[in-house]
Structure formats: C-alpha cells, structure tokens
C-alpha cells in the first residue's frame, strides 16, 4: 500500500498531539479485499524535542462500491467519523479515535487513519466476553433511544430500518436456496428444513412483531472479528453497514455470524438476557415480552447458511454450516438465563 509521508506525519502529530518532523514505517496487510484495503502501519516517529516515540497505526483505504440495497454504505464511515458520533460513546464502549480522516476530490476513495487496540477479537472471545458486549451494546442503544442526542438526526448517511427485511426477502425471491430447501435433493435434516419454510410461512407476522420493537441505532455488523476486547471495554470497527434498526438486530449478528458454533446456545442464554438489562438501565424494556431474537437470527442467517451451503465444495465446511443451523434450532426451547 502506498502512503504519503507527510500525510502520516500529520497523522502522527494528531496521534501523540506533538510537533513530529520524521518517521519511518512499515505497513502490515491485515485485512484486504477488492473494495478496500486495511493495514498496519508501524514503525518509530520522531518529536521536534527530539523524543522518539514507537506507534503502531491503523490504515484503511475505502474504494467506492455498491452494495445491495444500500448504495451509500461504502463512505458511511467517514461520515460518521466526520460527524459528533464519536461523543455519545462511553468508555466501556466506543470505536477506535480517528487521526485523520481524507475523501479524494472525485468522492470515490476515502482514507481513514484510525487508533490500533491491542485485544482480544474473533473466535477468543470467551463467553463471559460475549456477555458484556450484549450488556454495553444494551446501554449504548438505551442511552441514545431515551436521549435522542440530536447527532442521531444530523445523521444523513444511515442505513434504513427495513434493509434486513429487504435483504431476508431477496433471499426468499431467489430459487437457488428457496427451491433447495424444498426439494428432494436437500441433505439438511427435516427439522431443519422445516424451521426454515416455517419462518417463510410466518413471515409477514414476525416482521409485524419486529416493527413493534423499539427502533435504535445499528452497527449491523456486530460480530466477532469486530469486536475487541481490551483492558475490560470493547471496542467495535467497521461501522459502514450502521443505521436505524430493531431492538435485538445486533444480537443476531453476535450470536449466529460465524460465530462459536459449539457455544451458540450458551451465548443466545447469556447475551440475551444482558443486553437487556443494559437497555432497561435507560429505558423501559419490561413491557417487550417478545424480544424477537430467534426470529431476527433465522430471517437474517436462514438463507444465508443455505447460500453458504451450496457455495462450497468443502465438505467440513458443508457440515460447518448445517450445524449452525442446528444450534439455532435449539435456541427456540432453550431457557434464558436469569
């Protein structure tokens, strides 16, 4: 990746809120794809005083694309970065500080030089980590949905509060996965097929029930490689799929997104009843007996899994994803935790 020296010397002086004259780098590929580019920058920075300071940078290099059903996603994070979002976080959670934030003359390309934390993310994320991402992720929402801080109406780049119904009915319209789970070739078990022509036959009830549910300020990409848990907060990235959505919407993602399949019943347990008690802290939750989470899992992974399924030759993979469907099933009975 190519970067501009004087940009990250800038980009430093905001960092240690010093006068720096020199630095040298390296840049450490974390994460990549078409569309964009995520790396680390590390290396030694040098002070006007002379100080030598050692820095580690994230670089993320956004190009613009479209994606379905949201076309502004691919600059939502600049824009937020751009906006007074920033001040609503707590310090049990928040997103990484921003340095330095630049948009290309022709609105196509966005740079973002942002905080790098040190945690733990992924699949290591333990159980009792899950849980206080569910509680803090409850108190964000609650706060801001009792508060209604006017940033959240500035905001004119959001995603809006019927894209998962619109995504989860694309997928029903395609035949691929809606004809599969119906025909005589389909290997999943029978109940799991049936859970999810079930969820087809029910579904303009569900997304009734959804709609009644409190509408709150999404990330809409809460699962576990962006969560980073360090010195006991969480911090969360990539915001670019956030907006308006239902309460309960972001659990789905932390529980059933590639999530730890061996633990995902013990999870939908644990985070369902933390979330809530985090949201209750700032606002009345006690009158939503029907938190809908089963149901917003099974309408936004349902065919997603079959897509999934379908798309791979590997068989460990084939059994991987079948298996999640599974654990989902047995979330319908599971008991939640007091």
Same mark, same amino acid.
């Given at each position: 990746?190519?970067?501009?020296?004087?940009?990250?010397?800038?980009?430093?002086?905001?960092?240690?809120?010093?006068?720096?004259?020199?630095?040298?780098?390296?840049?450490?590929?974390?994460?990549? *794809?078409?569309?964009?580019?995520?790396?680390?920058?590390?290396?030694?920075?040098?002070?006007?005083?002379?100080?030598?300071?050692?820095? /580690?940078?994230?670089?993320?290099?956004?190009?613009? +694309?479209?994606?379905?059903?949201?076309? *502004?996603? +691919? /600059?939502?994070?600049?824009?937020?970065?751009?906006? $007074?979002?920033?001040?609503? &976080?707590?310090?049990?959670?928040?997103?990484?500080?921003?340095?330095?934030?630049?948009?290309?003359?022709?609105?196509?390309? &966005?740079?973002? +030089?942002?905080?790098?934390?040190?945690?733990?993310? *992924?699949?290591?994320?333990?159980?009792?980590?899950?849980?206080?991402?569910?509680?803090?992720?409850?108190?964000?929402?609650?706060?801001?949905?009792?508060?209604?801080?006017?940033?959240?109406?500035?905001?004119?780049?959001?995603?809006?509060?019927?894209?998962? %119904?619109?995504?989860?009915?694309?997928?029903?319209?395609?035949?691929?996965?809606? $004809?599969?789970?119906?025909?005589?070739?389909?290997? &999943?078990?029978?109940?799991? /097929?049936?859970?999810?022509?079930?969820?087809?036959?029910?579904? $303009?009830?569900?997304?009734?029930?959804?709609? =009644?549910?409190?509408?709150?300020?999404?990330?809409?990409?809460? +699962?576990?490689?962006?969560?980073?848990?360090? $010195?006991? %907060?969480?911090?969360?990235?990539?915001?670019?799929?956030?907006?308006?959505?239902?309460?309960?919407?972001?659990?789905?993602?932390?529980?059933?997104?590639?999530?730890?399949?061996?633990? @995902?019943?013990?999870?939908?347990?644990?985070?369902?009843?933390?979330?809530? =008690?985090?949201? !209750?802290?700032?606002?009345?939750?006690? !009158?939503?007996?029907?938190?809908?989470?089963?149901?917003?899992?099974?309408? *936004? &992974?349902?065919?997603?899994?079959?897509?999934?399924?379908?798309?791979?030759?590997?068989?460990?993979? %084939?059994?991987?994803?079948?298996?999640?469907?599974?654990?989902?099933?047995? @979330? =319908?009975? !599971?008991?939640?935790?007091?």
């Amino acid at each position: 990746m190519n970067l501009k020296l004087e940009t990250l010397i800038n980009t430093l002086s905001q960092r240690f809120k010093k006068n720096i004259i020199s630095a040298d780098y390296q840049a450490l590929p974390l994460q990549g *794809g078409t569309v964009g580019d995520v790396c680390l920058v590390s290396g030694s920075a040098e002070a006007a005083d002379g100080e030598k300071l050692p820095y /580690r940078i994230v670089l993320k290099v956004q190009n613009k +694309w479209e994606r379905y059903g949201d076309p *502004g996603s +691919w /600059r939502r994070e600049y824009d937020l970065y751009a906006s $007074d979002l920033g001040a609503t &976080f707590s310090d049990a959670l928040r997103w990484p500080a921003c340095y330095h934030a630049e948009m290309n003359t022709e609105e196509t390309k &966005f740079q973002l +030089w942002l905080e790098y934390i040190d945690g733990v993310t *992924g699949l290591d994320l333990t159980s009792d980590m899950y849980e206080q991402a569910a509680l803090e992720l409850g108190r964000y929402q609650g706060k801001l949905y009792a508060e209604q801080p006017a940033v959240l109406h500035s905001l004119t780049n959001l995603s809006h509060a019927d894209l998962m %119904k619109n995504t989860y009915l694309h997928y029903r319209s395609w035949p691929v996965v809606y $004809d599969y789970i119906r025909s005589e070739e389909c290997e &999943f078990p029978q109940h799991v /097929r049936q859970m999810l022509i079930d969820i087809d036959e029910h579904a $303009d009830e569900i997304l009734a029930r959804i709609e =009644k549910l409190p509408l709150v300020l999404c990330h809409r990409d809460f +699962w576990v490689t962006n969560l980073i848990y360090a $010195d006991g %907060k969480i911090a969360l990235i990539d915001w670019d799929t956030s907006g308006w959505g239902y309460l309960g919407e972001d659990l789905a993602s932390l529980i059933a997104d590639e999530a730890d399949i061996d633990h @995902m019943v013990e999870y939908y347990q644990r985070c369902i009843p933390a979330y809530y =008690k985090g949201f !209750s802290e700032y606002t009345d939750a006690a !009158s939503i007996a029907d938190n809908c989470v089963y149901e917003l899992i099974l309408l *936004g &992974f349902g065919y997603r899994l079959v897509e999934w399924y379908l798309h791979t030759e590997d068989d460990n993979e %084939k059994i991987k994803w079948v298996h999640t469907l599974q654990q989902i099933y047995k @979330m =319908k009975t !599971s008991p939640l935790q007091d």
